[in-house]
C-alpha cells in the first residue's frame, strides 16, 4: 500500500461541516473565508534522511519545508497567507536555528507570509509545515476539472531537481557551468505563486510537480475522469539536462519529482486569454500533449507510444 | 534554551496580514473567519519514544495525537470543526493504521470533526495534527485577559496523568481499583470542550495544562502582567492521588502536565454567571488561588510559602 492508498483506505471521508469547502483529496483543503474568500489550507513534512541529507544546511531545510508548501497554494492559485511550523529537533543548536529561520525567512517575507503558530519538541529531526492561503470561493485551481479536448501545459523545465540530485550524488556529471543551478533547483525551488493566480481564470485544473509528471499528471487524469496522451519530444528541458541526458531518456524529468512546476490545462476556448498572460512569465508555459478520453496516461515518443504503470515518488513503494 | 525561547528568539513576529487576528503566543491563532467568526488554528506534534512509548497501542496515538490539540481549541473556547493530519511512519502496517484510524475517530466522530488534509510520509513514528475550531470574533478565550483581583480555577483532578504514567513505569503502587481510571486519564484525556464553550462570556483568561499547572499559569501571568497566589491545600487531587502521594506533596499535580484541564481566572463581578453554570459539569471546576499584582507565583503550603523558579515540562531542558 502506497501513501494514496491509505489515505484513501483509512482517512479519506466526504466533509460534514458547511465551513469545508473541499477535503482530502486536492492540492490543498478548502475553507469558507471572509468576504467571499475560500481558505486555502495544505501541509507537508520533511524528515531528515528521506526528504533532505542528514546534515543539509539549515537554510535549505527551512526554505524547501516551507517552498514545497507554498507550491500546493500556487497549485491552486491562492494567495499565501501565513504559515504554522512544527519542529522536532535532536538538540537545540542556535547557529542551525539560525539558518533554518534565515531560510523560512528568505521565502516568507517576499510573500509576506506570518508565521502565526508551531510547535517544538525534540525527536528526530523532522519539519512539519502547514501553510494558508486565500482565494475567492469558486476561484481556486482544482485537480477534477479538466475536460478532453484540453491542452496541457507545464511550467518551466522538468528534472532539474532530478539533475541536482544525481549530481550531488556522484551520479552524474553535469557541466560545471550548470551545476550551480541544478542544485539550486533541487535545493531552493521557486514556487509559482504568481503564475498559479494568473492562471485562475483560465486553466481547467492544474496540480503542482511534486512527484513527478506521470504521477502527478495522473492525479488530474484520476480526479477528472479522462486521459491524457503526451508528446515526449515536447517536454521541456534545459540545457544542462540535455547535456547530460540526451542519450538516455526522459526518466528524470517524468518521475523524480521535485521540480515544483505547475502542470495545469486550458481549455480550447481559453487559448486567447493563456496567450494574453504568457509574456508576463519568464518561467515560459510548455504545451505538452492534451487531455483525452479514457483514462490512460499515453506518453509518445519517435519510436512509438508507452504507457507508464507508476511512475513518480512514492514513499511505501515496496 | 528551551522551546519557549526557541519561539521568541527565532520565530515571534508581528503578523502582518489583517487575516490573522491574533499571531503567536497563546493556546492558537485566530483568523479572520465567515459570518463574524474567527477560526481558531492550534498544532502539536507527538514523537515515538518522547511523547508516547515505543510499541504505545496505534488506538492511543490516534487519540491522544488529537486530543491534545483539540484540547487548546477548548482553552480558547472554539467549537472544533476538523484538522490535518501528518503521519510519519517507519513502514506500512495496516493493523495499526486501523486501531490508530478507529482511536482518531473515537475522538473526532463525537465531536463533529472532518479531516480535511494531510501528509503521509516515511520515517521515525511521529503524528503531527493541526486542529481547526470557530468561535465569534472576540470571544475566543486568551492567556492575556488576567487582572488583579480575578480568581483562578481549574477543572476535574490535577496529577493523574503524572499518576498513570509513574504506575506504568512502576514508579509508584496505584491501589488496583484505581490504576485502569488514570492509566486512561494519561493516555486518553478528555479535552474541555463544552468547558470551554460555556466559559467564553465568564473566564478572563484561560489555558490548558498540558505542561502542569505551574509552567500553564505561567504563561497566563506573563501574558496577562500579573502575578498569583495559589493555596496548595486547594488543589484538587483524586482519591487515586491521595492514596499514593499524601506524604510526598504535591510536584506530580503542579509539574508534570498532559491533564489537560482547564485553568482559568473569573473577575469577581461574573462570579454569579460562573456559580450559574457549575451544575452542568460534572468534572467540577475549583478554586485553587488569586491574581495579585507583581510577576511571580506563589504557592502557599500549611508550612509557608514557595515561589517556584521552573516547573513543568520542558522538551529542551538540560
Request: charged share 20%; with cysteine; hydrophobic share 45%.
Amino acid at each position: 500500500m502506497d501513501e494514496f492508498g491509505i489515505i484513501e483506505t483509512f482517512f479519506k471521508r466526504r466533509p460534514q461541516s458547511s465551513r469545508v469547502l473541499l477535503g482530502i483529496g486536492d492540492d490543498a483543503a478548502l475553507m469558507e473565508g471572509p468576504a467571499g474568500h475560500a481558505y486555502v489550507l495544505t501541509t507537508d513534512t520533511l524528515v531528515a534522511g528521506v526528504h533532505f541529507p542528514d546534515g543539509a544546511p539549515g537554510f535549505d531545510v527551512g526554505y524547501k519545508a516551507l517552498a514545497v508548501n507554498v507550491s500546493d497554494l500556487a497549485a491552486m492559485g491562492a494567495r499565501p497567507l501565513g504559515f504554522l511550523l512544527n519542529l522536532t529537533l535532536p538538540t537545540v543548536d542556535e547557529a542551525w536555528l539560525t539558518r533554518f529561520r534565515d531560510g523560512l525567512s528568505a521565502l516568507s517575507e517576499g510573500l509576506a507570509m506570518d508565521l502565526i503558530g508551531g510547535d517544538t519538541v525534540r525527536g528526530p529531526l523532522s519539519v512539519t509545515i502547514t501553510a494558508i492561503g486565500e482565494v475567492l470561493q469558486g476561484e481556486a485551481l482544482r485537480r477534477d476539472g479538466a475536460r478532453v479536448g484540453d491542452r496541457i501545459y507545464v511550467s518551466g523545465f522538468l528534472g532539474e531537481a532530478a539533475l541536482g540530485f544525481l549530481a550531488r550524488a556522484g551520479r552524474v556529471a553535469v557541466p560545471e557551468e550548470f551545476l550551480a543551478d541544478v542544485v539550486a533547483r533541487l535545493d531552493r525551488p521557486k514556487p509559482r505563486i504568481a503564475e498559479g493566480q494568473a492562471l485562475r481564470s483560465i486553466a481547467s485544473a492544474a496540480i503542482d510537480l511534486s512527484d513527478g509528471l506521470v504521477a502527478d499528471l495522473g492525479h488530474i487524469l484520476k480526479a477528472s475522469g479522462v486521459g491524457a496522451e503526451i508528446d515526449l519530444r515536447r517536454l521541456p528541458v534545459s540545457d544542462a539536462y540535455d547535456a547530460v541526458f540526451s542519450t538516455v531518456g526522459y526518466d528524470p524529468a517524468l518521475g523524480f519529482g521535485d521540480d515544483y512546476e505547475l502542470c495545469f490545462t486550458v481549455p480550447p476556448e481559453r487559448l486567447p486569454a493563456f496567450h494574453h498572460i504568457l509574456p508576463r512569465f519568464g518561467c515560459g508555459f510548455h504545451y505538452i500533449g492534451d487531455i483525452v478520453a479514457g483514462e490512460s496516461l499515453v506518453l509518445r515518443t519517435e519510436t512509438g507510444v508507452y504507457i507508464p504503470q507508476a511512475l513518480g515518488f512514492n514513499h511505501f513503494r515496496g
